[in-house]
């Protein structure tokens, strides 16, 4: 199984909107709605952000959303700020009964 | 709250296995609500799924991984184990323990073990 495709970085500056993409294959994120993503903050452990491509689970700001077409997944962060400079993950089930991730995204608020 | 804390070695011989066990606490493995998996991060590099157990034993490997990696369920002390052998340099990692919705989503994710491989 092959990673999926994210850009290794994204900016903007506060109060922007930005979008991530993950892009898969027919055999992951075309086939299942079992998107998630992570965020990771340097040296800290990752948190669920996103599961099945547009829940948030308890906790996680509303400026945060996912969503999907095809092949390709997108996290966007609304009203950035400056707690959201991290690295961001994407993962998706497989049809292989697997999980994959994404090479991961470092967000850069300007 | 589910926890989960990792315990092993941290420090593995090439060519030898890394062994690690989590140990559950806050809920029981046997839960049908839950998979139990195991991810891992080199150091400064993404993340890695190694592979998912259910309660049940019903194991599912990363492709590149399977031939080394062994996912073990033991109910009675609600833990469960990786074992993945003739390890090398690449292998170093901090390895995450972590439960996993049907959906594949983990949640909540714990600081991990660091796991260096060297002689």
């Known amino acids: 199984q092959s990673a999926l495709t994210q850009p290794a970085s994204v900016s903007g500056s506060p109060g922007q909107s930005i979008t991530i993409s993950c892009t898969g294959t027919?055999?992951?994120?075309?086939?299942?709605?079992?998107v998630s993503w992570y965020q990771q903050h340097p040296g800290k452990a990752p948190k669920l952000m996103i599961y099945?491509?547009?829940k948030r689970p308890s906790g996680v700001s509303n400026r945060f959303s996912g969503s999907k077409s095809g092949n390709t997944a997108s996290l966007t962060i609304s009203g950035l700020q400056a707690e959201d400079e991290a690295d961001y993950y994407c993962s998706s089930y497989t049809i292989s009964s697997a999980l994959v991730f994404g090479g991961g995204s470092k967000v850069t608020v300007l | 709250q589910l926890q989960l804390q990792e315990s092993g070695p941290g420090l593995v011989k090439p060519s030898e296995t890394l062994s690690l066990t989590c140990t559950v606490s806050g809920g029981s493995i046997s839960s049908s609500s839950y998979y139990w998996g195991w991810i891992r991060q080199p150091p400064g590099k993404g993340l890695e799924w190694i592979g998912s157990?259910?309660?049940?034993?019903?194991?599912y490997y990363n492709p590149s991984l399977k031939s080394r990696v062994t996912i073990s369920v033991d109910t009675s002390k609600n833990q469960f184990s990786l074992k993945l052998s003739s390890v090398t340099a690449a292998d170093t990692a901090v390895y995450y323990c972590l439960s996993s919705g049907y959906s594949g989503w983990f949640d909540p994710w714990g600081q991990g073990t660091l796991v260096t491989v060297s002689s």
């Open positions: 027919s055999s992951d994120i075309g086939t299942y709605n079992y």
């Open positions: 099945d491509v547009t």
């Open positions: 157990i259910y309660y049940s034993g019903s194991t």
